[in-house]
């Protein structure tokens, strides 16, 4: 299949028919997807349904180049981790299937990027190369008309101002998108109404203060700058697609993207409704890399089908791939 073709999803049987197509194509020809399913005794599986499809740890891109293809990467991207943690790096051989699944995410929850400012607090990603989540933004700007849009470090009241002035000077609209770290700074240093502003938390306090549940941030952000609502981005280094939440914490996938949960102890086993679980995610647009990935992450359902997560599984093993990552 085409790698754009996942684009054009449009229901739960093209993307069934998509998954499996990519299942069967990385099992050929991705090296540690193939020893992975083999370490499983999964090699000669054979799926007809996208959640019976084994996923690999995430781990695994701290140890390993995962590709599905023998040609050389136009990008690397790697994980920010804290001081002294190994970092997971993701070889990306076709960057424009990133630019797209990113912009055409961003469209079906957010609308024409165009249309918007952006406004980037994001000092841990910024300190260093090779930055996912900086190259996202760096792509949607480029997608913007705005003159005010702009990367930020810690210039907490400039990054207020600018958004002031976007708003005053009829710039569309107007998004602040930081690390959670980053933005409990900007409210403590700079409460103030911005109502019109979308405010999105990225997740994250990489140290730098203590963990804080979802809800407890989304509280201090809302009061601090007189908003309803707090939305959330959820990805990380290893995918090339995006969850995004206008609030609450309920996430929601693109058509080219589904999440699925598993019991802690088995990974095959799907919790049942209501239950919480290990996030496994299956993104596409990882075509050249591996689509399958089991998280650390903890989530669950809610009734109108989106989702929320809810904290990280201390995992003392990785599972089903110690031989993977040694």
């Not at 998108?177 to 403590?188: I, K, P, Q, R």
């Not at 306090?205 to 601090?224: F, N, V, Y």
């Amino acid at each position: 299949m085409n790698p754009s073709d996942i684009f054009g999803i449009q229901d739960e049987r093209h993307f069934r028919e998509a998954a499996l197509k990519v299942f069967y194509f990385q099992k050929k020809q991705n090296p540690v997807y193939k020893r992975f399913l083999e370490a499983l005794s999964a090699s000669r599986l054979s799926v007809s349904e996208p959640y019976a499809i084994p996923c690999m740890p995430v781990e695994i891109f701290k140890k390993q180049k995962v590709l599905s293809t023998n040609q050389e990467p136009l990008l690397v991207f790697e994980s920010s981790g804290t001081t002294g943690m190994e970092t997971s790096r993701h070889w990306v051989w076709d960057a424009n299937l990133y630019k797209a699944s990113f912009i055409e995410g961003f469209r079906l929850f957010w609308g024409d990027p165009s249309e918007w400012t952006f406004l980037a607090l994001l000092p841990s990603y910024l300190e260093r190369q090779n930055s996912s989540l900086v190259y996202m933004m760096k792509g949607l700007m480029e997608q913007s008309n705005s003159p005010y849009n702009g990367f930020y470090l810690n210039e907490y009241r400039l990054v207020m101002e600018k958004a002031r002035q976007a708003l005053r000077w009829g710039q569309g609209k107007v998004m602040v998108v930081g690390v959670s770290f980053a933005l409990l700074d900007l409210a403590e240093c700079c409460p103030a109404d911005i109502r019109d502003v979308v405010v999105v938390e990225t997740g994250g306090m990489k140290g730098r203060r203590r963990e804080l549940t979802r809800q407890e941030l989304h509280d201090i952000l809302k009061e601090a700058f007189g908003v309803d609502q707090i939305a959330s981005e959820y990805g990380m280094t290893e995918l090339l697609s995006q969850a995004w939440s206008r609030g609450e914490g309920r996430f929601r996938t693109p058509p080219w993207m589904r999440i699925f949960l598993t019991e802690p102890e088995d990974p095959f086993a799907l919790v049942p409704p209501g239950r919480s679980g290990l996030i496994n995610i299956i993104d596409l647009a990882n075509y050249w890399s591996c689509s399958f990935l089991a998280t650390r992450d903890i989530g669950k359902f809610l009734p109108d089908g989106s989702f929320e997560v809810l904290g990280r599984h201390d995992l003392a093993d990785i599972r089903g791939c110690n031989l993977m990552v040694n």
